[in-house]
């Protein structure tokens, strides 16, 4: 079976542009969780989609936001970009919700550059 | 609100020597708690995680943890490093039977030396 799969692998935006992010989960998996990890550091969570609701949102502005649609895949969105929003961004799915234990199986990422 | 501290930023160790790489969380509740390995440009693997039962866990490639509520520590070990181990190492925890996200240390990088 295919894994967790994300496009594009990397982007380059310019600072105030919007940016979208598509994650494609392992099939089967009903939840998708969107991560931001800055270099150095821990993946910090955004969302967490379960059954195409929020089932969870991390410390991040409004500028970020995302859906999952009927297939399960996911789009993360980032509005009026900022330098700081420089990071990889990780997606990961799993059967059930990432509070009941079950693993979450990560995509490669997509690097973002915000110049 | 439940947290995770990875005590060492990194961790110089040489080749088929042990190591352990340190992990404490808090929290007020009970809690999963998960070891993630990410090799260089590649996204995180689950290398082991602890859900209930034995406080011994055993995962891939030779790793093992052991969950000690008392100390609220989870520590990762490895009986033998090989140079392929080379790669970032985050412990993550999750409150028990809640619908909440995962919250992830700032990870350790081990280093094997030849």
């Known amino acids: 079976d295919a894994g967790v799969t994300q496009s594009p692998t990397h982007l380059i935006k310019t600072r105030g542009q919007q940016v979208t992010l598509r994650c494609s989960p392992i099939?089967?998996?009903?939840?998708v969780s969107w991560y931001q990890q800055v270099l150095g550091q821990g993946p910090q969570f955004i969302f967490q989609?379960?059954?195409?609701?929020?089932?969870g949102r991390g410390n991040f502005p409004d500028r970020f936001s995302a859906r999952q649609f009927p297939n399960y895949s996911s789009e993360l969105n980032v509005n009026a970009l900022l330098l700081g929003d420089s990071a990889l961004y990780l997606c990961a799915s799993s059967p059930g919700l990432a509070g009941g234990g079950d693993t979450q199986y990560f995509g490669p990422g997509t690097r973002l550059t915000v110049l | 609100a439940q947290s995770v501290t990875q005590l060492d930023s990194q961790v110089p160790v040489f080749e088929e020597a042990p190591v352990e790489l340190r992990c404490n969380y808090s929290?007020?509740?009970?809690?999963?708690l998960f070891w993630y390995v990410q090799y260089p440009n590649q996204g995180l693997q689950l290398l082991l995680k602890y859900l209930s039962g034995s406080t011994l866990v055993k995962g891939i490639n030779g790793f093992e943890a052991e969950f000690n509520k008392s100390q609220t520590s989870f520590h990762l070990r490895k009986p033998s490093v090989h140079i392929s181990d080379t790669a970032e190492y985050f412990c993550a925890v999750t409150l028990m039977n809640r619908d909440d996200k995962i919250i992830f240390g700032k990870g350790t990088r081990l280093h094997i030396l030849p």
């Open positions: 989609y379960y059954e195409k609701e929020e089932r």
């Open positions: 929290s007020s509740v009970s809690v999963y």
């Open positions: 099939s089967g998996h009903k939840s």
